[in-house]
Every structure is written in C-alpha cells, then in structure tokens.
C-alpha cells in the first residue's frame, strides 16, 4: 500500500524571485572542477568568481541590508583556481576552500560591508598536489575530507601536520565525496566507473565498492535517507541519469532516472528532513525536484522549474534560514555568469503567512557539534541535537554581559569596574557616557552609604568635591563631540576606491596637502587629491600614481608634504614626489625603488625624528630599516616567528615596538641589536592588532583580539614587557581590527575599523582606572578608513582637539572632534599645551644612524586675541537654587496642593492660633509713665 501513499510534499512548488531580489554584480564564469561552485550558510553566501584566474572567492549575504540591496564583495583566497569550498555546520562564519595551489585554508568572515580577513585562521598542505574536494564533518569540529586527485584525506585541523587518514588510492580522477549523516561512513566516486564505501576508522580499504556506474565521465554521489546513496552521471548513450544505491549492496541499483541528453554535469543537492532532491546542470536552465522515498517508487518527481539564465552552480540554504511561515521547505541559490537568483520551493497550505505548519518541518539538526574531531576519531557516535523550526521556540540571543558591552559600565562605591588581576580599573565611570546623566546609574552592591541599590539624586547642599568623591575619577574629554565638517569641504565622486587593502594598511594616508587613495584598477594605481580643492571629482580623466603592483601599504613622509612612499606586492618601496599643486598627469616613475625583501611587505613607517628613515615589515618575517640619504637598506632586525601586525616608533625616535601574530609584544633599540631588547606576551587573538606608544612613551597601548574574538584594549609598561598587561578594557565584537590614533597633548586615543561606523574614544592616563571612556562618535554607513591630519588644522576657538579625514566608498569626508565649552571667546589652555612641530625633522638619517638623539621643538596654538582661560577674571558666584520640580518631583498632585496650602497659611497666619506677641510677658498699669 506504500505505493498509494500521499506525500506531504507532492505539490511543493518552486517560486523564482523577481529580477530585483537577484544578487547582483556577480562574476560566476566557467570553470573546470568538482565543486559546486557555491556554498551557503544560514548568513554567508560564497561562491567562485572568474577574477584573478579564480583563486578569489566572491562574498554575499543570504539576506538583503536595510536597503534591500546585496553587498558583494571578494577575498583572494589561493594563488590558483579554488577548487571547492564549504560552510561548517557549525559556525556560519567559517569558511574552508582548497585549490589547484595544494593548500586548503579556513577563513573566518565578516559581514560582505565589512572589511574581510587578509589571511586565512589555519592554512594546510598536504604536499599530496593538486586538491579537488573538501567537505566538512557532519557531527564533528574541526573536521575535515580533502580529496587530492585520487586519495581521500581525514583531517583533524587541530592537528596541522599530518592527516588522520590517508584512505586508499583510487585508480583514476577522484569526482566526488559525501559524508553519511551520522558521520560514520564516507562515500567516494571516481572516473574508473567504481563507487567506494569507507569506513576511515576501522581501516584504510573500502568496506564496500563495486563497477557501478557506466560512464567516466563527470558523477556525483551523496547519502540519502537511511543507507541509501544517490550518485547523478552519464549512462553509456551519454544520457545523464540519476540512481539510487543501497550502500551495502552496490553491484545494482534500486531505481534510475533518466534527464536527457546534455554535457554539462548534473549536481544534486538533498534535504535529509523532507526527502527532496535537487538536480542542476552546469550549463542548463532547468532545475528538476525529486522525492526520495524508502519504498517504492523510490524516485519521484515533485517539479519542473526553467529558470531565465544558465547554471554555474548550485547550492541549499541551511534549514534554519527559511521563511517558515510562508510554508517554505527549501531554498536553492542558482549562481549563473552574472548574478544568484533565489528559488524558494513552497508548500501550498491555508493560511500560509499566518501559521506554522509542524508538519512540514520536523526538527532538524542543530549548530552546536556533538563532540570533537579527537572524540571521533576514537570511536564516538554521537549525534547532533536536533532543533525546532518553530520560530516560537527559536533560541533567543543571549544578552551580553555587562563585561561585554562597552556602553554599559558597572558602578562601585569607586565608581569603576575593578579588575581583580591587576587591582586596576578597566572601565570609566558613568559619567563618561552621554546617556549617564539622563537616568540613576544602578549600583551592583549597597556601599558607600547607597543602600537603596541606586545613585541618589545630589542634594542643593552636595558640592562638586563631594560628587568627584562619590563618582570617581573622570575624563573633561568625556563629552567630546565628533561631527562630519559640511559637504563643501567634502572631496566626491571618488570611482574604483580599493576596498579590500590588507588589515595592515590604514586603507588610505592623507597630509595637510594631500589625500592619497589606492584605487582597484590594474596597475595598483593610487590616486591624490589635493586638500585645497575639495567638490566633486571627473568622472574620468583621473591622473593617478601608476605603481604597477598592488599596494600593501601607503604613507606621507611627515618632513616632505609631496613625497609618497608605498610598499607593493613584489616586496618593494618605491618612492613618488607629487609636484605642487598636485597631479596634472600620471605618474609612472618612482623617485627611488628600496629592495631588500624576498617576501610581500606587510607595512612601512617613517622615523618621528631623523629625515630619510623608513622601517618595514614583510612577509620574510623580518624588520628593515632604510635610509633615503644613502638609498639603501641599513639595518635588519629578527625575532619575529610570525606575521608583524603592527610596528611604532617611540615619541624620542630611539626605539621601535612590535606586535606580531607569534602572540609576543616586542622592543627593539635598533641602533644597539638586531634582537629585541624586550620581549612580552600580546593578546591572546591572532586576527590582527596595532600598537601605539602613549604617556610620553611609558607605555605601549595594543588593540587586538581576545581568545574569543573581542576586540580590545592592552596596556604594557614599556620599562617592563614581561610582565604582561597591567591594564585592559573589552571593546566589542567585529571582525576588523581597531586602529588607534594617540593625541599626546591630550592623551586622547580614537579608535575605529574599517567597515565600522562606530568611532571609539578613551582617554589614557598612567594610573588606575588607566582608560577613561568618552563619547563615542557614529557615522551613517560604515567607512573605509580614518586619518588625522596636524594639530594645527584644529579650529582651537571652537576647541577642536582632532581633525580628521574619513574615507567611504566614494567619498573623502572631513570629521572633527571637539570639547563642548561655555567659555569659548577664552583660549582654553588646559586643552591646549604646547605642541610638538613633528613636521620638522630634528635631525638627518645620518646623525641618528651614528647615535646622535634629537628632540622636536613646540609651538602655542593660542591666537594673539586670546586670552587663556586660566587667566579668565572671577566671576562673583551666584547661589543656585533646585527648581520646584526637584522639590516636588515623585510627589502625587494631592502631596503638591497640601504643600501649596500649607505655604500659603503659614505665610499669611493661622487665626485659630495665638499672635506671638500674645506669648510676650506684659507690664503692669503703674509701670506705665504719664
């Protein structure tokens, strides 16, 4: 009676989207691998894309961005083709690809707005060739089959040296893997027509195999439902055909279904949860939906779809991305040459829209493994828990501690959250907050006298003394107020802006004259514009700096506005001098080519002090400095056993910090040792960090990553590296790493990312709490970039303490910070000592290389009409008084009208009672004079 039984899922029904919820801006083409050329995640969509030969990969969301439009971008993966690449179950962020290069890596991403990682988490290499297949295990973490050209490999990726297994070699082309469900057999087939059972941790040789197939050309095989296997080929005609296996009998099939005549291959993609099966070839415009059933027939087809463009790939958006009110079962994302087009396939109910419908969704398999990659591998078999789709019962996310959230600071009888490890606060008082005024700041305990658990309302008696007490230590930065300066001052119409430079380049540099931007044009072309000339720029017709390779890194040489110097690609700086008045023409001739490097540089910097002093970093995991007198390179300094993420010069320009993805903080006289002087342990994360020199170089401040991947905060004393942090403040969750900048006249560090659109504010001050928060400034998109330009730009009678340029997708915008001040026709003094004219050079490159020390002189930045405020006459003080609502306020109208009267009578009298000089002793009668 099997055969008469009616499916649930007959009728589902593909629904292509409307042209404008394609996803645009795609470059699929053509390739020759065994992947699928697309993956997805419940949030990522990944997919291969002919730039570059295809070693990027191209980058999208699943879901549209408050403006309905998709983000699409790309990270260059692999020096040659990327053969296939996969979601792990487990995390909708991590992404693993393998290619014709021989390595498979694993990429942690960012939103498609955001910056992406410029270097994988974990990189392997087989050194077995060519690698063609890759796909992660179903229950368990950090695991891993990477097919090479003929042997499957199990790889526990906690173990980067070598393979679990190398499974049995296969006679010819291996086409393709699939792990069964529970993860405890792997299936391989192959061009020598034989379909493969593997059991890897009882033995190396197939438990099963057999001739199945009867052509060698291009086939596909999965695991169906129970021990069933599906593979997808070509019959002996050239006739394309799917079939379906029992995998511990494979010498025939259960059932067969023939799909035309075409060349291109058939991809098939199954739901374990509803049984249906999607079939796509590479080059067609049909999409074909099957039923996969345990009796017969066991092949059913649901629907026919014809789509308006032809297949590159396929791929199955996770269950728990569905539109589960909508009745939808499945959702396909079809990658074509130009564009992924969604089809959602739908089963038609009453009240679709309204109500969920638990029998077309039984609990799937949830995100969290089910044991580690070591616990398989000895022999575990358990199984991922399984989830509801009821959007009722969907886990909600969890709050974020207050430890966590930046904005939200606990508040003890000190007024900062103390941190046990060093007896030093992390965390500003409340007041550093804007909002820290608007409401009572809850207190986690009963100290100081505050019983009721909330910070009392000061009393007209409270005096500011008092308050400082109660509260703590404070910032005056701590309202600082950032703003975007008004459009006329805004350089536009920026075309082509390089939006994927490394992590370790700022994105852009900028100087009181220019703005030098790296574009995404051939040629690692950079374009200047002048500071002096602000509007909208020609949409063609750009002069620009042809500097032949990529950019890895681009800075102004702080002693001559017009000289550029950038790191490329082939591991050389070249040296370009802008003529006055900015670029009329291309540049393509540098002034001066430094090489040394045998590896790409990661980033460069001039010397603070000495004119002609240039340090690099490279991929060759050295440190090199150069001088621009002698056009050669003069010093080279190891240690580094990693990436260098992040070089500083000392404010006295006589040593050089460090921080390197080795988890180590260096320091470096390199003047006196090639080695470092000191050494010390960085943050725990290895996704970038920058360092900084601040409380006139006592210090090293480091932004980085946790082991959890929060951005954060690091202070070291630079007299004592090994003694790790003595203090540190957790920012928040993002993929790019902060980049500060350190104001010394006011100790003010501003921090931000690249794609962020949250600009960060501390001021650091050399003793507890150490970091003292201030008003965050929030811009309307995320921007590229932020660079600050001379202390003399600032507008000192509008207390401006940082000016700024930012960098969005097609613009340069300038942003100033300044302090709210009541007083402004008085020059503020204590905002502005006097500051450092670091762009003039203290001495040569000559000078300093012999030893010799020098120091930059200092300017006032007060106007001659301006008087300081220190120096401001006394103002007579005048008593305030609460207003009314203070005294009434939490008083219930009755409360107020008995108040009024009661005022009223005792200032006009009450009859009832005796006149007070009724209680006045009299005299008597013949006391009285005549």
Known sequence: MNRFKTSKFKNTTPKIAKKDEWINNVRGGSFSCQGNHIQASSKLVAFNTEQAGGGMVGLTSVKPGSDGQWTVTQISCHSDLVTDMGFSPFDESLLATCSGDETVKLWRLSDPELEQPSEPELTLRPGLGRLELLLFHPTSSGLLAVGTT???????????????????QHSDQLQSLSWKQDGSLLASSCKDKMLRVFDPRAQLTPVQSAKSLQNNKDSRIMWAKEDFLLTTGFDMMRTREVKLWDSRKLSSSLSSVSLGTSSGTLMPLFDDDTGLLILAGVGDTVVDCFEVSASEPFLSQVSHCLTDISTRGVAMVPKLALDVMSCEVMRVLQLTDSCIVPISYQVPRKNSGFEFHADLYPDTVGTTPAMSAEEWWKGGNKQVEKVSLHPDKQPKPKATPA????????????????????????????LSTPSSTAAPSRSPSSTSGLSSGFLPSPSPSQSAKAIHNLLGTTSKFRHIQGAVMHRDTHITNVRCINLTTPGECDGFCVNSKHVAVPLSISGGQIAVFERSQPGRQPDTALPTIQNSVNVADLCWDPFNKHRLAVAGDDAKIRMWQVPEGGLKETLTEPELILQGHTEKIYSIKFHPLASGVLVSSSYDLTVRLWSLESEEEVKLLTGHEDQVFCMAWSPDGKLLATVCKDGKVRIYDPRKSTTPVQEGPGPEGHRGARVVWVCEGKYLLVSGFDSRSQRGLYLYSADSLSSGVIASAEIDVSPSTLIPFYDPDTSVVILT???????????????????????????????KGLAFLPKTECNVRDVEV?????????????????????????????????????????????????????????????????????????????RKYMPSSYYLEEKTDEQKKEELLSAMVAKLGNLDEPLPQEAFEGVDDDEWDD
């Open 403 to 430: 430890s966590q959230t930046p904005a939200k600071k606990e508040l003890t009888s000190r007024g900062s959250k103390e941190d046990p490890g060093h007896g030093c606060s992390t965390s500003s008082s409340p």
């Open 802 to 878: 940082a000016v700024g340029l930012m960098l969005t997708k097609t613009t340069v915008e300038p942003v100033v910070f300044k302090v709210p001040r009541v007083k402004k026709e008085f020059f503020q003094d204590d905002v502005y000592p006097d500051t450092t004219v670091w762009w003039e050079p203290a001495l040569t490159a000559s000078a300093w290389l012999s030893g010799s020390n020098g120091q930059h002189k200092k300017i006032s930045l007060k106007p001659n009409d301006m008087t300081p405020v220190s120096e401001a006459p006394k103002e007579a003080p005048v």
């Open 753 to 783: 990312g690249k794609g962020d659109t949250r600009v960060h504010i501390y001021e650091i001050v050399p003793e507890t709490p150490y970091f003292m928060e201030c008003s965050s400034f929030n811009t309307p998109e995320p921007h």
């Open 150 to 168: 003929k042997s499957p490999l199990i790889w526990d990726t906690s173990r980067q040296d070598s393979p679990l297994a190398v499974l049995e």
